[in-house]
Structure formats: structure tokens, C-alpha cells
């Protein structure tokens, strides 16, 4: 478990610096292979520069005999600079010097690990029990302040020492050799007796039941051992309290790593039910208020209403009786149960009250049945950043022993994690549902009518990740020409979907005061800039005029469109791809292509052609042979395009636009006037300089 929660590399130098061993996990860590490294100068080849002065001072420390820690950033194979905890101690090299023997872990995990250990602080630094742990060479790893006064010598004097160093007055050679029994076989030993005297209590003989198990990872690798330590002399029923305090000390443990390993509401929900039953219950029912999870139902449909979302019974159910995960109920009124919900505190359960908590017509029936087969139960809310979620609901059958004060406290905090993960994985649901929901009704609208224009256009947020800000667009122009738009605003979630919507709003304003595109652009890249510092965002306007037979586009760091022609032949527009909205560049162009009929115009984001382990060249080249067959419904061009671009679920979000050229239309309307009678915009390149670019014709 540890290595799973803290991956920590190692590697060993020589007298001189050089590298002469380096761990699989050192590889796992940092990406260096081993003949990349072993050979070579250990500080110049992984520290960062500015760190190498602490590094030198730390070696030469660990050179003259000390073990130091520090902290180094050290540089990835792929360039990037870790962060790491450094442990460094001498260590014999092969010539028989003294080298040094290096133990890192990336300073993030151990933060982490930090965290997930906060939990059980309490248990250890709380408990009456002595307790300790000790590395594979049976040396004490921590050791609580209950053992230290046992023994009459302060908790930091143990660390790094043997039993028998530490006191030697009582039978501690046997004990070890019980401790390297644990380790070697894996095996718990328990009420291994330790007497004597120590200095604690120099004038009396005291006598100790002592347990020890074997600390193991999730791989079932014993890393060491935990040994729990009882003053019976006076109370030799302490003995099986001391069990009972491992054990739980042991579930809390496995339980900061089961617990909360997705944002799935669900999975979090069983992972629960898991880790209770059957260690510490012989059921448990994780119950959720409707209201929870649907909060867009009406108040009066939900209120009261809980849902099972995960259960298991390690005893038979009642014939007839309905405990399946999905079920829904009304909580009793005045019942035990909406106290819990009302006040947010767990209470125990008596056979009066466990009816009301299951459905089934016949009550009397379900009482007699939990008479013979619950001994106890405890009702415990579902409480997280303080609205509660639901309950879950925890028995033992009659064959155990009933819950006690401390089963009450392993079982309220488990609880209480659960709840908390609980809500994180509705919250992020929620978000992203939020997301979705404003980005669809943002871009999914019915394409309007355009002159001389077949039009299809999809939008996929990607699977596994947050919704992000891909949009497309299609305007009406006077004169019958028609604006295209797609953009994509950088990064994800409800943000990024908003920013999305005001870009939008402003591309739809801005384009009916008939700029050209680049000036359109311009405006747009401003627009950006007043919406703060941090954001940014590509898009492509483009204007169609089928009087013209062509577009004139304008991007803004965009990947380029594409082409097609009634032959089939594909080619992406070379022009100027401009600087991303928000840079601050503000160098915008655009160019004129023309579009006879039948060709294809594709505009499309990111997401569609850029994929991690992927070259985005090779992405456009893949594009293009998806774009070969147009002989075709728009619509199963557009989809046959994403089937073969994304065959798996898509990593970024993707929105594709699709114009195909019609024939030309009839007679110009009234205002089609000639481009001559009504005069011509100047020539457009970069925006505000007006020159270096096809001419832009105004309506």
C-alpha cells in the first residue's frame, strides 16, 4: 500500500558522483533508464541548476557520515522539473569508498500521502494503546506517545533503534524473534507476553500482551510490521480490546485508500459498503435522498423520498421483501429515520424502528425476522459541507458482539469520508451536467437557411473530461451572403462555457454591423482582452457570398479549413493562421478562396485532428482521406467524418461546421447591387493597417 500511495525512487553514487545504481521505480518516476544514467555525474545529469549548490552541500553532508533531507527539483526525461523529498545517506560504493545512497519522492505525493493519512492522525496519536511500527530491519519507524511512557524512554529515542536497544530489561530478544516471524511468514501473532521492568517503572515488574501483524501493500508485500502494545499487569481483559483497536486502526487505513477512488457517486457509494461489510458489519445500506439526486424535481415530488445506491446483507433476506440497489422509498413520518435526516446525528436502532427503514407490507413479520437476525444496528447521516445527503444504515447479526463506543467512532468517520466523496462526485456531476447543458443549448440549435449553402454542423464534448468551450455558428448577411463561425475557448467546465456563450453573442453582433473578417477578428480579439487577462481563445469567421462564388476568412490561431473540390481534391488554406483571441498580438488577415459549386468549405476544431501520441500532421492528413467520398447526404458526410476521426471516445471536446456550394440562385435581390455602384471597402490585411491581403468587397 505504501509504494502504491508514495512511489519512491532510489538510486546510489559513487565517491566521485557517478551513478552507479538506479531503481525500476527511479525509472518509473523519472523516465531516465538505467544505461542513461549509470556512469554519469549523478548531480549534473538530474539536479536543476539553481538547486545544484543545496545538492553539493547535502552530498558533501552525507559524504562525511550525516543523513540529510532536502528538497531538489530534479529534471524528468522529458524536461519537465520535479519537485522531490530527498533522504541522503552514506553508503559503501563498489571501490570501497563511501558514496551515497539516494531516497526521493515526488514532494506532490508525499503532500498527498500527507493528506491521506490526516484521518488516522487522530486513532494513533489519541489511543491509550501503545502503538508502533517498524521497518523490515525491525527498527522502530514511529512509535506513539502511550508506548513511550510504557517503556520510560521519549518517542524520538526509539526512532531508528531495535527493541533491545531501546529497553533492554525486558525479554526483547524473544520478541524480536516474534516480529521477524510476522515479517517472514505474513502472519499476525497475538498476546505475545512481555515482562520486566523498564524505566518507567524501574522498581516493578510490569507485564505487556503484545500483538503484531505484518504492514503489507495493496500487492499484499510486507513492508514491515505494526505491533500494538497492552498494560495487563492490572486488566488482562485488555488483551482483547487491543485486537479490536488494530483491526479498526487497519480499516481506517485501507480505508483512506478504497474510499472516494473515483468521482462516480456510485462507485463511491459500494466502495463504502465495502470496506464495512463484513469487517466491521454484517450489512450495510447506503441510502441517498432523492432530492440529492435529482435536484430539478419539484420539492414536492422529492421530499422525504431516499434511493438505495449500494447494499450488501451477509444474512438472507425476508421472502418477499425488496432490498435491491434503486429502490425508492417515503421515510416514515416521525420515525427514527427523519430525526437522523432532520438533525444530522447518528443514532443506534432498535427493533422498533429497523421496520420502517425497509420495504415490505408486512411489519410484524419483518420485526419477528430482525428479532432472530440483527443483533444491532446504528442509523448514521450522510452529512457533507453541512447538507445532508442520505444515511447508511449498519448491522451486526446476534452472532457477533454488539457495536461499542469505538465501533460507534470507526463507523460515524467512515461515514463521514463517504459523504464527503459523496458530494464531490455530485458536485462534479452536477458541473459538468451544467456544462453540457449550456453548451448544447448554445450550439445545437437548427442551422438557419443560407443562400447558395448546404449546411451540417456536430458537437461532441469529450467522454472523460469536462465539457469545454468548442462552438460553431452560422449568421445571416444581408445580400444573401452568409457568416460561418467556430471557435474553441481554452479550458473546460461551466467557465469555459460561459466565456463560449459571450464570444458567441459578440461574434453574431459584431458580424451584423457587416465587417469584413479580419475586422471582425480584431473586435473579437478585444472583446477577449475585457474579459480578463487569463482568457484565451482560436476561432475562423468566415463570409460566403454566392454573388462571388467564394469566402473571404479570417482566423485567429486557428488550425486551418479545408477544401474540397468537385474532384475530391482536399487542400487546407495556407493563409495567414493569425494569433490566438486574448494574445495580445492582435495580427489578423484574411484571404479569399473560391468555392464553385459542389465544393466543400470544412471547419472543425482542434479536437478533431489532435490526439495525445499523435502528430497533428498526421491528423490533417487523416482528415483528408475522411474527406474523399462526398457523393453523399451532408449530414452522413459530417458523421461518417467523426466515425473515422474518432473512433474511440474523443479526448478534447469537437465541433465540426460543413458547407457545401449549391448552384448560384437566380437574379440578385434589390440589394444585390453591383459591387461597382456600391463601392469597395479597402484592401484588408492586417487588422488596422489595411494592406498585404486580398480585398475584402462590402455589400
Not at 117 to 121: H, I, N, R, V
Not at 302 to 314: D, K, M, Q, S, W
Given at each position: ?6 512511489p519512491v525512487?532510489?538510486?546510489r553514487?559513487?565517491?566521485?558522483g ?6 525500476l521505480?527511479a525509472?518509473a ?8 544514467l549509470?556512469?554519469?555525474d549523478?548531480l549534473?545529469h538530474?539536479v536543476a ?7 553539493e552541500?547535502?552530498t558533501?553532508?552525507?559524504?562525511a ?6 528538497t ?5 526525461r ?14 559503501a560504493d563498489p571501490?570501497?569508498?563511501t558514496?551515497?545512497l539516494?531516497?526521493?519522492v515526488e ?8 493528506d491521506a ?5 487522530g ?5 491509550p494503546i ?12 514511529r ?10 524512554v521519549?518517542?524520538?529515542?526509539h ?5 533491545t536497544e531501546?529497553?533492554?530489561?525486558v525479554n ?7 516480529m521477524q ?10 498476546d ?16 505487556w500482551?503484545?500483538s503484531y ?9 510486507r ?5 500494538s502494545?497492552?498494560?495487563v499487569?492490572?486488566?488482562q481483559?485488555a488483551?482483547?480490546?487491543a ?7 487497519a480499516?481506517?487505513?485501507e480505508?483512506?485508500t478504497?474510499?472516494g477512488?473515483?468521482l462516480?457517486l456510485r462507485?463511491?457509494?459500494e ?7 463484513p469487517r466491521l ?5 447506503v441510502?441517498?435522498?432523492e ?5 430539478d424535481e419539484?420539492?414536492a415530488s ?13 444474512y438472507?433476506a425476508?421472502?418477499g421483501d ?7 422509498y417515503q421515510?416514515?413520518?416521525?420515525s427514527?429515520y ?10 443506534n ?9 425497509f420495504s415490505g407490507p408486512d ?9 432472530e437476525q ?5 442509523l448514521?447521516?450522510?452529512v457533507?459541507?453541512?447538507?445532508v445527503?442520505g444515511?447508511v444504515?449498519?448491522t451486526r447479526?446476534?452472532?457477533?458482539m454488539?457495536?461499542?463506543t ?5 463507523i460515524?468517520?467512515?461515514?463521514a469520508r463517504?459523504a ?6 455530485r ?14 443549448s448554445?450550439?445545437?440549435?437548427a ?5 447558395g449553402l ?5 458537437y461532441?464534448?469529450?467522454s472523460d473530461?469536462?465539457?469545454g468551450?468548442d462552438?460553431f455558428?452560422v449568421?445571416?448577411l ?6 460561418l463561425?467556430?471557435?474553441?475557448v481554452?479550458g ?6 460561459a466565456?463560449m456563450g459571450?464570444l458567441?453573442t ?5 458580424a451584423?454591423q457587416?465587417l ?11 472583446a ?9 481563445a482560436t476561432c475562423v469567421?468566415?463570409?460566403?457570398d454566392?454573388?462571388?462564388g467564394?469566402?473571404v476568412?479570417a482566423?485567429?490561431g486557428?488550425?486551418p ?5 468537385t ?12 494569433t490566438?483571441?486574448?494574445a495580445?498580438?492582435r495580427?489578423?488577415?484574411s ?14 476544431t ?5 490526439a495525445?501520441g499523435r ?9 483528408a482521406l475522411a474527406?474523399?467520398?462526398?457523393d453523399r447526404?451532408l449530414?452522413d ?11 474511440a ?12 456550394t449549391?448552384?448560384p ?8 447591387t453591383?459591387?461597382?455602384a456600391r463601392?469597395?471597402r479597402?484592401a484588408?490585411g492586417?487588422?488596422?493597417?489595411g ?7 462590402g455589400?
Open positions: 500500500m505504501l509504494r502504491e500511495l508514495l525512487a532510489l538510486w553514487a559513487d565517491a566521485r557517478r551513478v552507479v545504481e538506479w531503481s521505480a525509472q518516476v523519472l523516465g531516465h533508464p538505467p544505461d542513461a549509470l556512469g554519469r549523478a549534473s538530474l541548476e539553481a538547486d545544484r549548490p543545496l545538492a552541500r547535502l558533501r553532508r552525507a559524504l557520515g550525516q543523513s540529510v533531507v532536502g531538489l527539483t530534479v529534471r524528468h522529458d524536461g519537465r522539473p520535479v519537485p522531490m523529498e530527498m533522504w541522503i545517506s552514506p553508503a571501490q570501497g569508498g558514496g551515497v539516494t531516497v526521493a514532494t506532490s505525493a508525499v503532500r498527498a500521502m500527507r493519512l490526516a484521518a488516522l492522525e486513532l494513533f496519536t489519541q489511543s501503545g502503538l508502533a511500527t517498524l521497518g523490515p530491519d525491525l527498527r522502530f519507524l512509535v506513539n506517545d502511550a508506548l513511550a511512557r510504557m517503556n520510560g521519549p518517542a524520538a529515542e526512532l531508528g533503534r531495535r527493541l531501546v529497553v533492554p530489561g526483547a530478544a524473544v520478541l524480536e524473534k516474534a516471524r510476522v515479517l517472514d511468514r505474513g502472519e499476525p501473532m497475538v505475545v507476553r512481555r515482562t520486566g521492568r523498564t524505566p518507567a517503572d524501574p522498581d516493578h515488574d510490569r507485564t500482551s503484545c501483524a505484518p504492514l503489507l501493500d495493496g500487492a499484499g508485500r513492508l514491515g510490521v505494526i505491533a502494545l497492552i498494560d499487569t492490572e486488566k481483559e488483551q482483547a480490546e485486537e479490536r483497536a488494530r483491526q479498526r486502526f480499516l481506517l487505513a480505508a483512506a478504497r474510499i477512488t473515483t462516480d462507485r463511491t457509494a466502495e463504502v459498503v465495502g470496506v464495512l461489510v458489519a454484517d450489512s450495510a445500506d441510502q441517498l435522498l432530492a440529492v439526486l435529482q435536484p419539484t420539492t422529492t421530499r422525504g423520498v431516499v434511493r438505495r445506491v449500494a447494499a450488501e446483507f451477509r438472507p425476508l421472502p425488496d432490498l435491491a440497489v434503486g429502490l425508492t421515510i416514515p413520518l416521525g427514527v427523519e430525526q437522523v435526516i432532520a438533525e444530522g446525528r447518528p443514532m436502532l432498535y427493533l422498533t424502528d429497523i421496520p420502517a427503514l411489519s410484524e413479520r419483518l420485526r419477528t425476522y430482525l428479532r440483527v443483533g444491532c444496528a446504528r448514521v447521516p450522510l457533507a459541507r453541512g447538507t445527503l444515511a444504515v449498519v447479526t446476534r452472532r457477533r454488539p457495536f461499542d469505538q465501533d460507534h467512532v470507526v460515524d468517520e467512515l461515514a463517504a464527503l466523496n459523496i458530494d464531490n462526485a458536485l462534479y456531476t452536477a458541473q459538468r451536467e451544467a456544462a453540457l447543458t449550456l453548451q448544447r448554445l450550439t445545437t440549435g442551422l438557419p437557411e443560407a443562400t448546404e449546411l451540417a454542423g456536430r461532441l464534448p469529450a473530461h469536462e465539457v468551450g462552438w455558428d449568421i445571416p444581408p445580400g444573401g451572403r452568409t457568416g463561425v467556430i471557435g474553441d481554452m473546460h467546465g461551466i467557465h469555459a462555457a466565456v459571450q458567441r459578440a461574434v453574431r453582433t459584431l451584423r457587416d469584413p473578417p479580419a475586422e471582425l477578428v480584431a473586435a473579437l480579439d478585444a477577449v482582452a475585457d474579459l480578463g487577462e487569463d482568457e484565451m469567421y468566415a463570409v460566403h454566392p454573388a462571388a467564394g469566402c476568412v482566423r485567429a486557428h488550425p479549413p479545408a477544401v474540397v473540390d474532384e475530391g481534391r482536399v487542400r487546407y488554406l495556407d493563409g495567414s493562421p493569425g490566438p483571441l486574448g495580445g498580438l495580427d489578423f488577415r484571404e479569399r478562396i473560391v468555392l464553385p459549386p459542389g465544393c466543400l468549405l470544412v471547419l472543425y482542434d479536437g478533431l485532428v489532435e495525445r502528430d497533428p500532421d498526421e491528423g490533417l492528413q487523416r482528415l474527406l474523399r467520398d462526398l447526404p449530414d458526410i459530417c458523421d461518417g467524418v467523426l466515425d473515422r476521426m474518432l473512433p471516445a474523443a479526448q478534447d471536446d469537437v465541433a465540426v461546421l460543413l458547407a457545401r449549391a448552384e440562385p437566380g437574379p440578385p435581390a434589390a440589394d444585390r453591383p459591387t461597382a463601392g469597395e479597402p484588408e492586417p487588422a488596422g493597417r494592406e498585404g491581403a486580398p480585398r475584402w468587397t455589400p
